[in-house]
Nanobody
């Protein structure tokens, strides 16, 4: 059984920072492709960034390059999302996803999901 645990959300003011963490665990010696997704209120879930087993990140959103930073050891199935200069539009529930085979940005193709962590940015 595969477990994905994401954490680190909370309340932040505009311009503040938060760091999200995610760990995937399952059968021994299994490497996972992983990704960060977010779902703003009333909107569909969207990919923020994804990383394959080669440790190459795909930043889907432009702001990831400007304000967010990815990190982690995909070989250990642990990733982080450092979010800086948070804006009101970053308010969303953030989810970590993992999959043994799929390495991409399409949410429905990931088989394992964390419970999500809420990020709320206030003025």
């Amino acid at each position: 059984q595969v477990h994905v645990v994401d954490s680190g959300g909370g309340l932040a003011q505009v311009g503040g920072s938060l760091r999200l963490s995610c760990a995937a665990s399952g059968p021994a010696n299994t490497a996972y492709n992983m990704g960060w997704f977010r779902q703003p209120p009333g909107k569909e879930r969207e990919c923020v960034a994804a990383v394959g087993q080669s440790n190459v990140w795909t930043n889907v959103k432009d702001f990831v390059n400007d304000r967010f930073a990815n990190a982690g050891d995909n070989g250990k199935n642990i990733i982080y999302l450092q979010m800086n200069d948070l804006q009101l539009e970053d308010t969303a529930k953030y989810y970590c996803a993992a999959d043994e085979n799929y390495a991409g940005t399409t949410a429905k193709r990931y088989n394992h999901w964390g419970q999500g962590t809420q990020v709320t940015v206030s003025a």
